[in-house]
T-cell receptor, first 113, second 113 residues
Framework: GENVEQHPSTLSVQEGDSAVIKCTYSDSASNYFPWYKQELGKRPQLIIDIRSNVGEKKDQRIAVTLNKTAKHFSLHITETQPEDSAVYFCAAIYTGANSKLTFGKGITLSVRP | KAGVTQTPRYLIKTRGQQVTLSCSPISGHRSVSWYQQTPGQGLQFLFEYFSETQRNKGNFPGRFSGRQFSNSRSEMNVSTLELGDSALYLC????????????FGPGTRLTVL
């Protein structure tokens, strides 16, 4: 089955700096990669996703890049703000029958004011 | 559209008891997945239901079971509760099985004493 790993497990950045969170996956058939943000005491919320036919996707201050050859994908947050502090989960799935979304263990991002 | 809802939000039980958690998906969504979230373990997949049928199952003991009703609402049941079952139980809904973005509910916080 699919295995998703996130590195590092914690990340601390200064407000205004950029943050990059990396994930690797094992199943080369995986073709959909969502990112979720979970603030303390709240539900995970989808913030951006990418499909395997695209190499990069941007939405304001966040972007995701995908390298299918190396089987890794990354979340990039520019101009970080204190409200970006949260746990970020990456996930991967092959969108076919009997497939399931596999999550990484999450990265805690702290943005220092 | 109303989001995914879960009831109850908090539960306290003692070892050996059983518990039933409920999840109402977004209107029109027919797939419901369940996850267990504990510190350090991230989001562990329990099972997914689509069209009242279990489509996928994670690596949890048989004490964990679920079902889905014709209106797509889902329940999960945990029998013979153990201390280690204390966790946040999240459900997520999507339009269909295995290919669409999942949207999470607020979770049920289960504490086993």
């Amino acid at each position: 089955g699919e295995n998703v790993e996130q590195h590092p497990s914690t990340l601390s950045v200064q407000e205004g700096d950029s943050a990059v969170i990396k994930c690797t996956y094992s199943d080369s058939a995986s073709n959909y990669f969502p990112w979720y943000k979970q603030e303390l005491g709240k539900r995970p919320q989808l913030i951006i996703d990418i499909r395997s036919n695209v190499g990069e996707k941007k939405d304001q201050r966040i972007a995701v890049t995908l390298n299918k050859t190396a089987k890794h994908f990354s979340l990039h947050i520019t101009e970080t703000q204190p409200e970006d502090s949260a746990v970020y989960f990456c996930a991967a799935i092959y969108t076919g029958a009997n497939s399931k979304l596999t999550f990484g263990k999450g990265i805690t991002l702290s943005v220092r004011p | 559209k109303a989001g995914v809802t879960q009831t109850p939000r908090y539960l306290i039980k003692t070892r050996g008891q059983q518990v039933t958690l409920s999840c109402s998906p977004i209107s029109g969504h027919r797939s419901v997945s369940w996850y267990q979230q504990t510190p350090g373990q991230g989001l562990q997949f329990l099972f997914e239901y689509f069209s009242e049928t279990q489509r996928n199952k994670g690596n949890f003991p048989g004490r964990f079971s679920g079902r889905q009703f014709s209106n797509s609402r889902s329940e999960m049941n945990v029998s013979t509760l153990e201390l280690g079952d204390s966790a946040l139980y999240l459900c997520a809904s999507s339009l269909a099985h295995g290919r669409d973005t999942q949207y999470f509910g607020p979770g049920t916080r289960l504490t086993v004493l």
